[in-house]
């Protein structure tokens, strides 16, 4: 219902003609005849004193009355909290709209509005509609974070808002934005967005190796499996097919090791030397790349990291290591006697086989 009709129909109720209602509020006939026909609006300095006459509130006068706001509100939450469900990302966006124009504070429905805008820009080819689209976007993002108090609100907008630029082509400003989230793998996340070209390429590649790090590591502890020691072996050779491992080196060499451990037990002793003369080699290039002032990969996946190494000082080496493993392990008693085996516990490079 209009603010015309309720008029209308709260004169009606108290019997009262245009004539009388303009008399009491001491204005034209005219006027009321605007106001219900919604030609016009009163002033709103007149809304108190008829939501006095017909003892209503104002809320009422304009539609807003507790209840329909609250069920308003409800429709609002409802739709926004379904939102990612929609695929229909144009009649999403139009609800956004309306929630953002009935409730402009409410920060979860401008984050809501900005990146429904993001979504509905993605398939346009008009070129000035996706540019308009995406800096609609930014701005409502902007607004996010510049008001909220909300952390989860906040890092959700500090990540559309670097989307949103990087895809309209404000890459410099974009990375402003990626710069200012605190937590490191999620910045290094944001980056990619930000970067081109070959600094972005590196920058993907040396956030490739660190999670490569991490799966390994957690691939490593959490099971301790012949499926477990395959998997980290094939992952590497996959990722440096080239065989330059560099410090991928000592993962090699403790996976052999254990391996070879876990051979023992099911006294499978020809399948023990094989990953045990592995692990050697591993030692022995490891101990090689620890006296290496830079680390170089040249495998086409990681042919962009070059990091400073930190020289060794050390005596001991990985294939000291290797050789107290070996000479320390009562597993390993049953073969401790073979040549094989002999030859992996001494100082020098065992010879091939």
Partial sequence: MSFGQRIKALRREANMTQEDLAELLSISPQAVSRWETDVAMPDISLLPPIANLFNVTTDHLLGMDTYQKDLRKA???EAFHEYWNRDDKEKNYQIALRAVAEYPGNMEYVEWLASAEYYVAMPITDDSEYARLLENSAKHYKIVLDNTNDTKLYHKALFGIVLALSCNHK??????????????????ELLCWCLEGKDKKRHCQHLTNTKLNSFLFQLKFGQTSFEAFDAIEKILNIMFPDGNFQYYHNTLQYNCMSKAFHFCNVKQYDKVIFELKKARYHAEEMTKINHQKTIKFTAPLFSLIEEEHPVTDSDITDVDDLIRYLNNSSCFDPIREWDEFKALTVKQKASAT
Avoid at 171 to 188: G, P, T
């Fill in 171 to 188: 890459k410099e400003e974009a990375q402003k934005y990626a710069l200012l989230e605190e937590n490191e793998e999620k910045r290094d």
């Fill in 75 to 77: 429709e609002f939450d």
